[in-house]
């Protein structure tokens, strides 16, 4: 079976995936892969937007295995059409995103955010809200590695969850599970609310206006899925009219953030280039999920861990 990597595997790694039976290897960087190097092949260790054209004309590809957790960025109809697997990288960002996530949290507390403000200016100045995230409420929207992964980190600091997805069935470390048909019901609970939630047509702009205002004014909004879910707009005049407390942005709509936005200059909002998703320790945990799941298929013909549903879009 012919795989090949887009990514750049070390020696190790290469001789992992060599040493499954059946695994015929070859290594070519995303930058220099040609067609040519696409014939014969069955499975597709990350994406390639140089070589899109044809790997959805391939006759042999059957499984593709991205890198990085989101796919919104493929042709995902086409694909469905082709019959070709799609998983995903999801999980292997868990760790530093919601590590991400508690940073937020914890300088909006502290007040952090405000004191680098003050150190631009070389001021000390400690009239400051020094507060704590101890026994604070996060509502995590959307509970999936991200989320999950938050909420343990949550519960070690004294902190109450509550789950939004669209099964209220229960998980560890979620004190409460609600059904995303109802948060508007609890979101007044929430200190933080956390948008970890991919960028589908039933998440965009589902944060809005009407969505804040159910807020409560004392809270903050921490965005670490993706930006398009968020209305830019609508979010500026929240944070402008005091709708709520403040918000902590690693991605947004569009990206980069146009120079002229508001955002940049509102000393309660702490703004991150997308970069919560990465970390050195990111390759090496999506390659053990690519080699989980290439033992998988080979032996019984299954992507085990992250298979995109075509239909949901993630």
């Not at 990085?68 to 493929?74: E, S």
């Not at 509502?139 to 989320?147: N, P, S, Y």
């Not at 343990?152 to 004190?175: C, E, F, W």
Request: aromatic fraction near 8%.
């Amino acid at each position: 079976m012919k795989v090949l990597s887009l990514v750049d595997l070390t020696d190790k790694q290469k001789q992992e995936l060599e040493e499954i039976k059946g695994v015929d290897l070859n290594v070519v960087s995303a930058k220099s892969v040609t067609a040519e190097d696409l014939k014969g092949v069955e499975v597709l260790f990350d994406w390639s937007k140089k070589l899109q054209d044809d790997i959805v004309k391939s006759d042999t590809l059957n499984w593709i295995q991205t890198i990085r957790a989101g796919v919104d960025a493929l042709p995902l109809r086409a694909l469905d059409e082709k019959g070709i697997l799609l998983s995903t990288g999801s999980g292997a960002n868990s760790i530093n995103i919601a590590e991400q996530a508690l940073a937020y949290m914890l300088m909006f507390e502290r007040s952090m955010n405000l004191s680098t403000w003050d150190q631009t200016k070389k001021v000390w100045h400690r009239e400051k809200k020094y507060d704590e995230v101890y026994n604070k409420t996060v509502m995590l929207v959307g509970v999936g590695h991200i989320g999950s992964q938050l909420a343990q980190y949550a519960k070690a600091l004294g902190m109450h969850t509550i789950g939004v997805r669209h099964s209220d069935k229960s998980l560890p470390n979620i004190d409460k599970m609600v059904a995303m048909k109802d948060i508007d019901k609890h979101l007044k609970e929430a200190d933080f609310v956390v948008n970890s939630l991919p960028d589908t047509s039933d998440t965009e702009k589902m944060f809005n206006k009407e969505f804040f205002q159910k807020m409560a004014k004392t809270a903050y909004f921490i965005s670490i899925g993706r930006g398009k879910s968020t209305d830019t707009n609508d979010l500026v005049e929240a944070l402008q009219t005091k709708e709520i407390a403040g918000a902590g942005l690693d991605v947004v709509d569009p990206e980069p953030l146009n120079e002229d936005s508001p955002l940049w200059d509102m000393k309660n909002v702490i703004l991150t280039p997308h970069n919560a998703g990465r970390s050195v320790h990111y390759e090496e945990r999506a390659f053990k999920i690519f080699k989980k799941n290439l033992k998988s298929y080979i032996e019984n013909g299954e992507v085990v861990e992250n298979l995109v549903n075509y239909s949901k879009g993630y």
